[in-house]
Structures are given as C-alpha cells and as structure tokens.
C-alpha cells in the first residue's frame, strides 16, 4: 500500500496519536512481547524483537481510507506506548473495524478510553462512516468495558474462529454507529 494522504494525526488531553517511525521498535516490543498483554491477539506475543521491527516496519506503510495505524505516545515525555488501528474498511459501504493495544504499565489510567475515543471521533467525523465494528475475544473483560463505555451493541458471537494456543476461540461483534456515536458526543 502507498502513502495516499497526509498522515491524520490526532491529540487528546494527554495523548499524541501519530505515525508509527521505525524507533518505536523498542517501545511497540515492551507491548507485542508481552505474552498477557496479548493473551487475546490474533497471534501469539512475539519471542524475538525482530518479529515487533517487522510489524512495526508495516506500521509505518498508512493508507488513509483502508488500514491506518497510529501509534499512542504520551504529550509529556513523548514515550509511545501502543497502538491504535482501523482495518478492514469498506469506504463505499462506509465500515471499519478497529483494533488497540496498551503497554499493560500504563493500563487501567483511562488512557484507552482517550486513544479509541479520538480515533472513532475520526472513524465518524473526517471519514464520514457509518459503521464501526470491534471484534473481541469473550474473556477479554478490559476491551468489552472499553468498547461498551462508547456505547457499542454485541451484536453476536462467532463460534471458534481463531484457533490459538491450542484450543478454538470465539469472536464477540460489537458494532457501533454513526448516529448511536452522534447522540453521545
Ligand atoms: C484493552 C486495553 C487497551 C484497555 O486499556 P486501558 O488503558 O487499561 O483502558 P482504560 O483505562 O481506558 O479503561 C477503559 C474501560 O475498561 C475498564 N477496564 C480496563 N481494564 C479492565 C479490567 N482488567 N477489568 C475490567 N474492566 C477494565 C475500565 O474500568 C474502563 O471502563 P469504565 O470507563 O467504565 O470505568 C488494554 O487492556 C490492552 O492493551 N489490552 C491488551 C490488548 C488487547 O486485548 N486489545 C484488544 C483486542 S480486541
């Protein structure tokens, strides 16, 4: 994919969401090598930190409209400490599907709330969509809550679609809308 648009960078009170450079590489591996941190990935935590400078290396390829990732850096004292993405988008039908992941040191400060909070104001707002889906592993209590607090609807679980450290794993749907987003914000 090709660089299509000027990289849309965000900001909340304590978050600068940026693009993704090459010396995140460190930081992105304190999250992807973090075997709890991705108890609920698609993929196992990475072993080597060769595997997080690939992932990052393609994080830093954008395609504003189709797959985006931005990476979560601190205003005060600039450390990146995750990731926030959309993906499988559909501009004509007007959906995406978003993704976040946090250095576990910095869970539980609201600081997710902020990231997601500022990519869905753009998901709705400069992209126009109607429609922004989450797909969440049942047992992943701390991003059904996230996703809930911004008023998304389970809308269905898909039975064993992911078959990961040895056993099958459900996807839960959660779906949120550009009027449900309107009336809260
Ligand atoms: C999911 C994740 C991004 C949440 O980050 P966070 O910064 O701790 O989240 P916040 O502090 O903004 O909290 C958001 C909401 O989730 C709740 N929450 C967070 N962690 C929780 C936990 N372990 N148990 C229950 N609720 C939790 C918070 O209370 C808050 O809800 P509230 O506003 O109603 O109080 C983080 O846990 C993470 O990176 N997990 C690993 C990656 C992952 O699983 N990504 C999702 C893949 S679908």
């Known amino acids: 994919m090709r660089e299509l648009a000027p990289f849309p960078a965000l900001a909340t009170a304590r978050l600068r969401l940026r693009a993704f450079r090459l010396d995140d590489v460190d930081a992105m591996h304190a ?38 990732l931005w990476a979560v850096e601190e205003a005060a004292g600039g450390a990146c400490i995750g990731m926030v993405n959309y993906h499988n988008t559909d501009l004509a039908q007007r959906h995406a599907e978003i993704g976040y992941l946090l250095r576990r040191d910095r869970w539980g400060r609201g600081l997710a709330r ?32 996230l996703v809930e607090g911004f008023g998304f609807t389970q809308e269905g679980v898909l039975r064993e679609t992911l078959f990961l450290g040895g056993a099958w794993r459900d996807d839960v749907i959660y779906g949120l809308l550009a009027r449900e987003w309107g009336a809260r914000t």
């Open 114 to 145: 902020e990231a997601v909070g500022a990519v869905l104001g753009h998901c709705f707002g400069a992209m126009g969509l109607h429609r922004v889906q989450a797909v969440i592993d049942p047992e992943n209590v701390a991003s059904r809550r």
């Open 31 to 68: 999250c992807y090598g973090d075997a709890e941190a991705m108890r609920f990935w698609n993929r196992p935590a990475h072993v080597r930190r060769s595997e997080t400078e690939r992932v990052v290396r393609r994080s830093t390829v954008f395609a504003p409209g189709k797959r985006l």
